[in-house]
């Protein structure tokens, strides 16, 4: 077992029986199923919605260099600076470079998972340039210096108690208990970052080929004003975030809410397409866009996984995992947690050390179910454990799988094993749990049913020979 | 080989292989491809009257205030009285023509954001006076663009925005209004478009809604002849 295995195994057997994590999670998650399916159902049709949504998704992806091309080329007619980076090196180099370029004393930051993805800020702290998160979740788990514990909801494993200490250790502000208290904590410091920062950064959620746009969703306002007051604004962007025409965006705004975070429409969607022109009152002097491959196109050569490439990075897939609300958002070791992470993580880190998370389903197919452009969450982790067998054939696993096949195809040793067990469970349960169980991986939790005493043919022979 | 060239060509080897359409996974017969959304999304009014109300309904679902005026008069009063009860002292807002009447009756301080600001000075206003682009009915949502909302900041800076907008701004859905805009701008897009649907929000501490995270506290859409 690998390094990453490991700690996923230890991580989320220690959440797992953390009941205070748990009844944390679930309560945070009701609210959000009432209202998605409040949401939902004002759609004419969700599922007619969802079709849409994965045929327009499959032709952007399916012709992703054509809409690039499209993208870069008008985006780049209204002055904006595009950056070719076929991995995340190049990424952090460029943007490194344009903040020694402008001498940048502040750099402020909307929430932006790409840019988790490829570790800008501890690349931008290790060249001296101080980061601030803007986003209040974002913030938060900034200031624990710890990773976002969920796509969508960075901070939602923190109580407010834990909050208040937190701002009270870091910040010094008096504690409370109060959400709105906290918020404004936030909004104050913020405030003056926002008019200090001489460079924004953010992500996006999409890019519009047809009028090369970007599209920033978000509910705070913290990345209109990263991308309205310092001089330049710098956009991560994923190369699969393509979608090919504006009017798209009237199908993907609402369903993104909605999967989201539950809500009608998220409160800002904001499009820029270049930096500020002749005329206008403000905006940054120079916008950057930073097309990211990072093994994205690795992803996409595997078509029958390309769909993968369709996430809209909702969240929704995490939100219904059975797994991701017991192990919990850490627990995953990656950037992109729960079921589409689990897909993804193996294309983008490396099959072998992240095949564990193949096995971190229990394949109930609620996040495909789910997911709002149709990916096939669940067959993809199957696809990536017989990818990884292939690749790697697992031998003791092989050896056995065919004692099992061989068990359960000849009845004579099937009847001998029933024999066997009947006699060996009184023993086992002497060495349950301990070193020297070889089952103890299992029983050291559970409790293993008694096997009958008599097994079903045995009754029936009984039966008929009275 | 620039940077460029090596993504564009890791894409087209990658695509040598294709993938089924989604249409035509499980074995389903091929649906053609609906070009439009609003089969599916949820309904937009039919009339202007019918449009109104779903847009009231929608923004007030939003947290946002809402209110259509008779008059110009009507509403220059109904921001006088958002003027005291907030205490304002100091507006900021962009040249417009409703703008220009409503603030020229207000007579409180002023920062115009057309030619430029001071972000201190726009950061310490009460209320921000804006127009917009359209309305969406379907969402609650305002949309608003530089050239119509006094740039970028004006919109989300001060904690009290206030749109103006008239009726024949209302859009029956986000379609229609992304539509409008497209007709109207052409190849001549402004740097920046936003839709708006409600004053700024968190959820982030609890899951408990908050108002006011980082932009405006309180929004205000006021409908005008």
């Known amino acids: 077992m690998n390094v990453y295995a490991k700690e996923f195994n230890a991580s989320a057997c220690r959440y797992t029986a953390d009941l205070r994590h748990r009844d944390l999670i679930q309560k945070a998650l009701a609210g959000y199923y009432a209202k998605r399916d409040e949401f939902k159902g004002r759609f004419q049709s969700w599922s007619g919605a969802r079709d849409l949504a994965a045929e327009i998704k499959w032709e952007a992806v399916n012709h992703l260099d054509r809409y690039l091309d499209e993208f870069v080329s008008r985006l780049e007619a209204r002055g904006a600076k595009v950056f070719w980076a076929p991995g995340a090196q190049e990424a952090q180099d460029y943007i490194v470079g344009v903040a020694r370029q402008h001498k940048v004393r502040a750099i402020i930051k909307s929430k932006s998972m790409t840019a988790e993805e490829i570790h800008l800020n501890e690349a931008l702290e290790k060249k001296g340039f101080e980061v601030a998160e803007s986003d209040l979740g974002e913030y938060i788990v900034q200031l624990r210096k710890e990773p976002p514990y969920h796509l969508v909801f960075p901070a939602m494993h923190l109580t407010r108690q834990q909050i208040s200490d937190l701002f009270h250790d870091k910040l010094n502000s008096e504690p409370t208990n109060n959400p709105e208290d906290l918020t404004m904590i936030a909004r104050r410091i913020m405030r003056r970052k926002y008019c200090e920062a001489d460079m924004g950064i953010s992500g996006a959620n999409f890019a519009i080929a047809e009028t090369g746009m970007i599209s920033i969703t978000e509910n705070e306002g913290n990345a209109r004003l990263t991308t309205s007051l310092p001089k330049v604004h710098v956009a991560l962007v994923g190369i699969e975030k393509v979608l090919p025409k504006l009017s798209d965006l009237a199908l993907f705004l609402p369903m993104l809410a909605t999967a989201g975070a539950g809500q009608s429409i998220t409160c800002y969607n904001t499009l820029y397409g270049g930096p500020r022109q002749p005329g206008e009152p403000d905006g940054p002097e120079e916008f950057h866009v930073v097309l990211l491959d990072n093994h994205r196109t690795e992803l996409l050569a595997d078509a029958e996984q390309r769909d993968a490439l369709h996430c809209i990075r909702c969240g929704a897939c995490l939100n219904v995992c059975p797994i991701f609300k017991n192990v919990g958002g850490h627990s995953y070791g990656t950037t992109y947690q729960g079921p589409i992470g689990s897909v993804i993580t193996p294309h983008l880190r490396g099959l072998q050390d992240w095949k564990h998370l193949s096995q971190a389903s229990s394949l109930c197919g609620a996040c495909t179910e789910t997911c709002p452009v149709k990916i096939n969450l669940h067959h993809h982790l199957l696809h990536n454990r017989r990818n990884a067998v292939r690749a790697r054939p697992a031998f003791l696993e092989k050896l056995i799988q065919s004692g099992f096949v061989l068990l359960m195809r000849r009845p004579a040793f099937y009847q001998l094993a029933a024999r066997v067990g009947r006699i060996a469970q009184p023993l086992q349960r002497l060495i349950r749990g301990t070193f020297f169980d070889p089952l103890r991986a299992w029983t050291k939790t559970r409790s293993f049913p008694p096997l009958a005493k008599k097994s079903f043919r045995e009754l029936w022979r009984e039966r008929k020979t009275p | ?167 024949n701004q209302m859009e029956p859905d986000l379609t229609a209004a992304l539509q409008r805009v497209q007709q109207k701008f052409q190849n001549k897009f402004p740097s920046f478009l936003s839709f708006i649907s409600g004053p700024s929000r968190t959820g982030d501490i609890e899951r ?18």
């Not at chain 2, 995270?213 to 002849?225: F, M, R, V």
């Open chain 2, 208 to 225: 408990i809604l908050v108002l006011g995270a980082h932009g405006p506290k309180k929004l205000t859409i006021l409908l005008l002849p």
């Open chain 2, 1 to 167: 080989m620039t940077n460029r060239e090596i993504i564009l060509g890791r894409i087209s080897e990658a695509l040598k292989v294709a993938a089924p359409h989604p249409a035509l996974q499980d074995n389903a017969a091929p649906v053609p491809v609906v070009s439009s959304p609003e089969k599916w999304l949820p309904p937009a009014g039919a009339t202007l009257e019918e449009q109104v109300e779903l847009f009231r309904q929608n923004a007030e679902a939003l947290m946002a205030e809402f209110r259509a005026c008779a008059t110009v008069s009507e509403a220059i009063q109904y921001v006088k009285t958002l003027a005291a009860a907030g205490g304002w002292k100091k507006i900021g807002r962009h040249r417009g023509e409703l703008t220009d009447s409503v603030a020229h009756e207000l007579g409180l301080a002023e920062v115009q954001t057309d030619r430029g600001y001071a972000v201190d000075d726009l950061e310490s206003c009460d209320a921000a006076l804006t127009e917009c682009e359209a309305l969406v009915a379907q969402t609650g949502s305002v949309l608003v663009s530089a050239p119509s909302a006094g740039g970028r900041a004006l919109s989300v800076l001060p904690p009290h925005h206030v749109v103006l907008a008239r009726r």
